[in-house]
T-cell receptor, first 116, second 115 residues
Framework: AQSVDQPDAHVTLYEGASLELRCSYSYSAAPYLFWYVQYPGQSLQFLLKYITGDAVVKGTKGFEAEFRKSNSSFNLKKSPAHWSDSAKYFCALEGFITGNTRKLIFGLGTTLQVQP | DPKIIQKPKYLVAVTGSEKILICEQYLGHNAMYWYRQSAKKPLEFMFSYSYQKLMDNQTASSRFQPQSSKKNHLDLQITALKPDDSATYFC??????????????FGHGTKLSVL
């Protein structure tokens, strides 16, 4: 089965704190993993991706994510958090439909609120 | 300027009616997609098109029909609407389809409510 789990629907923290948004996946092969972000009133935007190589990948706006094969996780991190990081964050897995056809499988998303 | 335009932003329809959701992308991409997000559910892949040809269909119902009149257009026609069709429908595009780890660009979505 191919699936993505984001266990935290909402995360609230204060500006300056470290943020970590959790994501776990289920996939039988080597995963391609993504984080997308949706700021209020905007469309989903690509943040970063893991394909292979270094377990820590860096993205835009100071975000990074760590791939851990041992527990099938791909958590998003940033330190320090800024109020402008308040948004909804989606973790996604690239999975197969058939043959070499692929699709993105999304988690439910985590709404992050960073308070000043 | 938004590079992927979806119209309308909000749409209210009555059960049994038919609606068309519009999507145009100005990124010069060759592949376009439709995703749906229903309440309490994750974004769900529906269709993919490449060079105006339907490539993948993950939607069980034939009531959902994508239409591509131009390379940068991918509309979604929904017939015999049901309350369960209420969702936000996202159009997306990528440079090419079927390429591993390619990022998607999304529109703002059309929020459809079926009464």
């Amino acid at each position: 089965a191919q699936s993505v789990d984001q266990p935290d629907a909402h995360v609230t923290l204060y500006e300056g704190a470290s943020l970590e948004l959790r994501c776990s996946y289920s996939y039988s092969a080597a995963p391609y993993l993504f984080w997308y972000v949706q700021y209020p009133g905007q469309s989903l935007q690509f943040l970063l991706k893991y394909i292979t190589g270094d377990a820590v990948v860096k993205g835009t706006k100071g975000f990074e994510a760590e791939f851990r094969k041992s527990n099938s996780s791909f958590n998003l991190k940033k330190s320090p958090a800024h109020w402008s990081d308040s948004a909804k964050y989606f973790c996604a897995l690239e999975g197969f439909i058939t043959g070499n056809t692929r699709k993105l499988i999304f988690g439910l998303g985590t709404t992050l609120q960073v308070q000043p | 300027d938004p590079k992927i335009i979806q119209k309308p932003k909000y749409l209210v329809a009555v059960t049994g009616s038919e609606k068309i959701l519009i999507c145009e992308q100005y990124l010069g991409h060759n592949a376009m997609y439709w995703y749906r997000q229903s309440a309490k559910k994750p974004l769900e892949f529906m269709f993919s098109y490449s060079y105006q040809k339907l490539m993948d269909n993950q939607t069980a119902s034939s009531r959902f029909q994508p239409q591509s009149s131009k390379k940068n257009h991918l509309d979604l026609q929904i017939t015999a609407l049901k309350p369960d069709d209420s969702a936000t429908y996202f159009c997306a595009s990528s440079q090419d389809r079927g390429v591993s780890n390619e990022r998607l660009f999304f529109g703002h979505g059309t929020k459809l409510s079926v009464l």
